[in-house]
């Protein structure tokens, strides 16, 4: 069996380290680091820290740390960087909805620098105009991308700043003696943070689904509005690369029932410079940093999300804000309708810098250009996509997307009996992957693709390669698609799926791992 049939440029084969944690390392007594000792010069007092700590938050005993040399913690790091794959390995635009691009180089030796790293937030602020203007200018152009008045970096990631909107709602409301208003409009393929976070925040959800053309009428919309409507959330294009073009009317017809309306815009890449949610009628909106900007995704963190309003919501955003007094940059805690932190500090300082410098390198012209070629790309790709036999894409064939597509794999699910599970491992031994959807899958077997405006021509041409080769696969060497993925340094779970899925047996440290498995064993053994 032909393991290595991947239509490609060159050879693949993933690294494999059986690699163990780092508590698995090294040995007692090594030490990858000596810390410097305490300069007499400070005096005997401040040598003293015990001293200033009560004792019943002092520890019984030292932290349990990995003992290891610096040497072998490189190894270490180096080793996993192999098993890895991201832009810096292959064309990474398999994980749409989260807008995967490049990060220039020098953006970040930007944000390694000393001047930056060695920053602490509780800096007098005379100390740090350099990041408050870096932060204050930011805003600045994020609010004239958006066409809102007023932006907040606080927000640590898109969830939070979509959290952040739905507390300026709530107190918008409270102060106009509004405070029944107790239901949050979203749609299903929005983003699922547009209901969790309202959720979290106490508002019944009511949640529309779309039509044949891809988004809900106008009349769902009106059946759903009423005098306990607090807002709209909602993103647009959404999910599936669909934008509503009634999205205006939308907009007025919560406003008429005295709603507010937020733009989620996690999926912005393709209107930057096109379109605007103050012309949309937007009263909120946030965008992803770490999305749309550029700066990295990293797993969940460091994120930074950023909230825009309108002047008519600008008193409630959280506090402090970064403001300009004509000499000097300066926080204004002094914000009495403000809905408070949602952070302790400020947010990522070094993605700030990122998506400051990722915007002043594009200028106004550039980011229209990177939205209108994101958009090129994309409707590319759905044309070669779409020349696959078993691949759709739902609600209206053909339909032009904007920055992503959310195509179905049913037609070769039905044919072969192999599906988006399968052939998402198989994406594997091509170095790709693809992000099937968010739950539920409303449209069945689901992959989501959004090759942004960092990828080339060729390598649009190669995935979209990958898949027609997949899709052969499945019809002329099934076993090969079902046993994959053959090259990437773990194979299938099978029988340890239920890791994942049985919630007795999560850890969320390597000790609890361990102290479950050890029960586990003796479970096992006392039952033998």
Known sequence: MNHDSAPSRRQYHQARWNEPILYELGSPGERGVLPPGVDPAIG???????????????????????????VEILRHYLRLSQENLGAGFIPDFGMATSTMKYNPPVNEKLAGSPKLTALHPLQPQETVQGILEIMYKLGQFLAEISGMDKVSLQPRAGSQAIYANIAMMRAYHAKRGEGHRDEIITTIFSHPSDAAAPSAAGYKIITLYPEERGYPSLQALKAAVSERTAGLFITNPDDTGIFNPHIRDFVDLVHAAGGLCAYDQANANGLLGIARAREAGFDLCHFNLHKTFSTPHASGGPATGASCVTQALASFLPAPTVEFDGERYYLDYNRPDSIGKIGQFYGVAANFVRAYAWIMAHGAEGLREAASVAVLNNNYLMKKVLEIPGVTAPYEAGQPRIEQVRYSWEGLAQETGLGVEELARRAADYKMHFFMSHHPFVVPEPATLEPTESYSKRDLDEYAAAWASMADEARHQPDLVREAPHHAPIHQMRDQEAWLTDPDKWAPTWRAYRKKHAQAVESVDEMA
């Open 44 to 70: 005997a007092e401040a040598q003293n820290w015990e001293a200033h700590i009560p004792a019943s938050m002092r520890r019984k005993r030292p932290p349990n740390l990995p003992e290891i040399s610096q």
